[in-house]
């Protein structure tokens, strides 16, 4: 029977887990290059300023030559000289590839108001299926490492063979299930909402018997203390918890109840292990300047598996933000009312880093409309249609015939403020639409 966790506990777990951010944040290198984009829609067009720097305040982007070859054809201008590149340009329907990635920008008109749709992504691969396959087969390896390390602590055959059991099956099937549902939550961790997919995440380790709520705020420090021995203590005491469930395998390996014994063999065995760590999804091209060591590569994995994070040596920042008259129907930015703009963070992987790439596409959206005041004004004596309304007519009006078209906005153009706006309506009737599907939108929209 699963226990019921009480809400004091409970709120104690929602608050922890946020370690598994630190683990991204050691695993990301040093910044390469910082982007700066500002977005402007103006009308059908999409006004578009990039300034590229480099790490330190002030200095010159570091790029790639496809890269520089890649702003050149775009802007007309190849990066150089000791200082920021900046460059700007305005853009219909498809968005250049010049941070690396793919958008759009779409704007649809009607005589009420515009409706637009802007979408875009920055690197990364989008093929789902082999991304969540390769951080499965890193989930499988940790456990192979983990399990393998376990055999060589257990004292005899019996022993072993319990040990092999549940760290080739149990403690698996749990890696996998968290490595799972860590990458369905992969666009909520990325959306703000972090505390929603740890609070997930931990709660799924409490289900499985590895959290103690009454020792999460030791852990907790201890995660946050990035002091190694701590960090270890920790986990031991967490592999500890759990294997009370499983007297045969705790007693098996008495090396858990020894921080600094456990750290010890563990770093050891991992020194031994390196041509296996070196096969992980998560090995890069080395660095002579920084040689990673079999600790880092280890814990490279875990946060791949956990967090899609591939050990980088370097990573991009980018900034982008989109100037609009008014709060977006929707967007996955933060929209700030004072400066009217929808701001988005990035980090991304730099190109060539990994081949194939390993992290999913940084990506962001937003969608608003644009009243037509005057038009509306004049036909309607106020703006009648806007927000969510408006964005639901410029979509019938978009799927209208030629034709159809035609003849609502000759409709449109001879309304008045004084007329009796349903009874005009009501009156109007599209060829072969004797049922009036076709007019219900706007008669609903317009009169209600």
Same mark, same amino acid.
């Given at each position: 029977?699963?226990?019921?966790?009480?809400?004091?506990?409970?709120?104690?777990?929602?608050?922890?887990?946020?370690?598994?951010?630190?683990?991204?944040?050691?695993?990301?290198?040093?910044?390469?290059?910082?982007?700066?984009?500002?977005?402007?829609?103006?009308?059908?067009?999409?006004?578009?300023?990039?300034?590229?720097?480099?790490?330190?305040?002030?200095?010159?982007?570091?790029?790639?030559?496809?890269?520089?070859?890649?702003?050149?054809?775009?802007?007309?201008?190849?990066?150089?000289?000791?200082?920021?590149?900046? $460059?700007?340009?305005? /853009?219909?329907? !498809? @968005?250049?590839? &010049?941070?690396? +990635?793919?958008? %759009?920008?779409?704007?649809?008109?009607?005589?009420?108001?515009?409706?637009?749709?802007?979408?875009?992504?920055?690197?990364?691969?989008?093929?789902?299926?082999?991304?969540?396959?390769?951080?499965?087969?890193?989930?499988?390896?940790?456990?192979?490492?983990?399990?393998?390390?376990?055999?060589?602590?257990?004292?005899?055959?019996?022993?072993?063979?319990? $040990?092999?059991?549940? /760290?080739?099956? !149990? @403690?698996?099937? &749990?890696?996998? +299930?968290?490595? %799972?549902?860590?990458?369905?939550?992969?666009?909520?961790?990325?959306?703000?909402?972090?505390?929603?997919?740890?609070?997930?995440?931990?709660?799924?380790?409490?289900?499985?018997?590895?959290?103690?709520?009454?020792?999460?705020?030791?852990?907790?420090?201890?995660?946050?203390?990035?002091?190694?021995?701590?960090?270890?203590?920790?986990?031991?005491?967490?592999?500890?918890?759990?294997?009370?469930?499983?007297?045969?395998?705790?007693?098996?390996?008495?090396?858990?109840?020894?921080?600094?014994?456990?750290?010890?063999?563990?770093?050891?065995?991992?020194?031994?292990?390196?041509?296996?760590?070196?096969?992980?999804?998560?090995?890069?091209?080395?660095?002579?300047?920084?040689?990673?060591?079999?600790?880092?590569?280890?814990?490279?994995?875990?946060?791949?598996?956990?967090?899609?994070?591939?050990?980088?040596?370097?990573?991009?920042?980018?900034?982008?933000?989109?100037?609009?008259?008014?709060?977006?129907?929707?967007?996955?930015?933060?929209?700030?009312?004072?400066?009217?703009?929808?701001?988005?963070?990035?980090?991304?992987?730099?190109?060539?880093?990994?081949?194939?790439?390993?992290?999913?596409?940084?990506?962001?959206?937003?969608?608003?409309?644009?009243?037509?005041?005057?038009?509306?004004?004049?036909?309607?004596?106020?703006?009648?249609?806007?927000?969510?309304?408006?964005?639901?007519?410029?979509?019938?009006?978009?799927?209208?015939?030629?034709?159809?078209?035609?003849?609502?906005?000759?409709?449109?153009?001879?309304?008045?403020?004084?007329?009796?706006?349903?009874?005009?309506?009501?009156?109007?009737?599209?060829?072969?639409?004797?049922?009036?599907?076709?007019?219900?939108?706007?008669?609903?929209?317009?009169?209600?």
């Amino acid at each position: 029977m699963r226990q019921v966790v009480p809400v004091s506990r409970g709120f104690r777990i929602a608050s922890t887990l946020g370690w598994l951010g630190l683990i991204a944040a050691s695993l990301t290198g040093c910044t390469r290059s910082e982007f700066d984009l500002q977005l402007e829609p103006k009308g059908g067009e999409l006004s578009r300023e990039l300034t590229i720097a480099g790490g330190d305040p002030g200095s010159a982007p570091r790029l790639t030559a496809d890269e520089a070859q890649r702003l050149e054809t775009i802007y007309g201008k190849r990066p150089g000289g000791g200082g920021p590149f900046q $460059v700007a340009k305005s /853009f219909r329907r !498809d @968005l250049p590839d &010049d941070v690396g +990635g793919k958008g %759009a920008y779409v704007y649809w008109e009607s005589s009420l108001g515009g409706l637009a749709i802007y979408g875009e992504q920055f690197r990364g691969e989008a093929d789902y299926a082999d991304l969540l396959e390769a951080r499965l087969k890193t989930a499988d390896a940790v456990a192979d490492l983990v399990r393998d390390w376990a055999l060589e602590q257990a004292a005899d055959k019996p022993s072993q063979a319990r $040990v092999r059991q549940w /760290f080739d099956v !149990d @403690l698996r099937k &749990d890696l996998r +299930g968290l490595t %799972a549902l860590m990458a369905m939550s992969h666009f909520e961790l990325h959306a703000g909402r972090s505390k929603t997919v740890f609070s997930r995440a931990l709660m799924y380790l409490w289900d499985r018997g590895y959290v103690d709520p009454d020792r999460l705020p030791s852990w907790q420090r201890a995660f946050e203390s990035e002091n190694p021995a701590s960090v270890l203590e920790a986990v031991c005491e967490i592999l500890d918890w759990r294997l009370r469930a499983e007297p045969g395998v705790r007693n098996a390996l008495p090396v858990l109840a020894d921080s600094d014994a456990l750290r010890g063999s563990f770093s050891t065995y991992l020194d031994g292990a390196v041509e296996r760590l070196s096969l992980l999804p998560t090995m890069r091209p080395p660095n002579p300047e920084k040689p990673t060591k079999p600790e880092e590569l280890f814990g490279a994995a875990v946060g791949f598996a956990l967090l899609g994070q591939p050990l980088l040596h370097y990573h991009d920042n980018i900034r982008s933000q989109l100037r609009l008259k008014q709060a977006p129907l929707a967007t996955n930015g933060e929209w700030d009312p004072a400066d009217k703009k929808v701001t988005w963070n990035w980090q991304l992987s730099v190109p060539g880093e990994y081949l194939p790439e390993l992290r999913l596409p940084s990506g962001q959206f937003a969608a608003w409309v644009e009243p037509n005041e005057a038009y509306q004004t004049k036909r309607f004596g106020k703006v009648l249609l806007d927000g969510e309304p408006l964005a639901k007519y410029v979509m019938w009006r978009r799927g209208l015939t030629d034709a159809e078209g035609r003849l609502w906005d000759a409709f449109m153009d001879g309304l008045a403020p004084t007329d009796d706006l349903a009874a005009r309506i009501g009156a109007f009737e599209f060829p072969g639409d004797s049922d009036r599907k076709l007019i219900e939108r706007p008669r609903q929209l317009m009169t209600q």
